[in-house]
């Protein structure tokens, strides 16, 4: 369960990383050590035969760009220009059999703060078998 870090705007703490909620336009989340260096950047990805079922799904669907390529090559710049800066960055693949069930699981929406939750939660659990 993510706790509020009050001691840093934008953060929240787990047991052992700082998450970071960031509003940039690809959906990252920075999962941070406890000395806050940035262990893992956690990207929403889709595959291109999931894009319109999961924008259709999506209750904020309307704010993603029209179609699947358009969307990969803005997802694809922001994350090049954030391994080019030394960030790991962890796709974080949609399914939309299975995603409206974690959102309910997880308490939270199927929109852009659901989205991220869901990045964060998988840079998590990669972080966590490494």
């Given at each position: 369960?993510?706790?509020?870090?009050?001691?840093?705007?934008?953060?929240?703490?787990?047991?052992?990383?700082?998450?970071?909620?960031?509003?940039?336009?690809?959906?990252?989340?920075?999962?941070?050590?406890?000395?806050?260096?940035?262990?893992?950047?956690?990207?929403?990805?889709?595959?291109?035969?999931?894009?319109?079922?999961?924008?259709?799904?999506?209750?904020?669907?309307?704010?993603?760009?029209?179609?699947?390529?358009?969307?990969?090559?803005?997802?694809?710049?922001?994350?090049?220009?954030?391994?080019?800066?030394?960030k790991t960055v962890i796709k974080a693949y949609i399914d939309p059999e299975t995603f409206p069930e974690w959102c309910a699981a997880n308490g939270h929406r199927v929109d852009a703060a659901g989205r991220m939750?869901?990045?964060?939660?998988?840079?998590?659990?990669?972080?966590?078998?490494?």
């Open positions: 369960m993510l706790r509020s870090c009050p001691e840093v705007q934008g953060f929240e703490r787990t047991s052992k990383y700082l998450v970071y909620y960031p509003s940039f336009n690809f959906r990252e989340q920075m999962v941070a050590n406890q000395d806050n260096q940035i262990a893992a950047l956690g990207m929403v990805w889709y595959r291109e035969n999931d894009y319109d079922r999961l924008k259709a799904m999506f209750e904020d669907g309307d704010k993603l760009p029209g179609t699947f390529l358009r969307w990969q090559d803005q997802a694809e710049q922001g994350r090049k220009k954030l391994s080019r800066e030394g939750a869901f990045a964060n939660a998988e840079a998590y659990r990669v972080l966590m078998k490494m």
